[in-house]
């Protein structure tokens, strides 16, 4: 336990920025991943390579574009108190940057790759993506971050931002200012959340494969649902 962690709460979620994004592509996916996550096929080499570019690319952006900020997983060991430090140094006077600032609402937990607050309390988010174009799963990640983060500041949220690769290098980049679209997002948003925590509040459900195993992403359980398949 970290120092720290005796004066801080620790709070419970339900779904994460993950686990929505999840629900967007198929029920039973969403299931799966809260409740049997060891099912998933174990990534491989070539997807874990993207991963790790990816990583690099949000470590560059900081280093570069948003230096000096304070990574809020570090400051802590255990993802619960991740929202109540992300509070207590946000409710401290003066400018601040954080990596991984948290936010728990409506039982959501979301973590934002980059956040600022200005001396007048501006808050100002970055969400940093190795592609370069948007695409719908870049939508959904925001929109569930954006709805979580216009809970927690209302009015205080100035803007709410992706950032895309340029170049193939990884050394550009271009910020994209989401706030206006994301905003028409809300109430659908809020909509999904209570439909994913009616699924997780039932049984596995039923649902055949298909298309939506591969859009936008290869699902992670598709050995496990054709495992099903054969066994019915
Ligand atoms: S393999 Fe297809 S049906 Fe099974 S959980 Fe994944 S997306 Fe859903």
Redesign the pocket.
Known sequence: MKPQESILSYDRWTLTKSSFVKGR?????LH?YTFKRNEQTPVSKELQKVFDRGHSFEDYVRENGFPGGVNVKDEVSKFGYLNSYTKRVLSEPGSKVLYEATFIEDEVLVMCDILTKDQNGRIDVYEIKLNKELNEAIWNDLAIQFTICKKRFGGALRSFNAILRDDESGQHWTEIDMTEQLDLKVNQVQDQIVEFKNILENQEPE????E??NKPYA????E???GLKRSV
Do not use: D, S
């Open positions: 592509q198929c029920a039973k996916l799966l649902i055949n494969m298909g939506h195993c699902c992670a359980f598709k496990y649902c054709t």
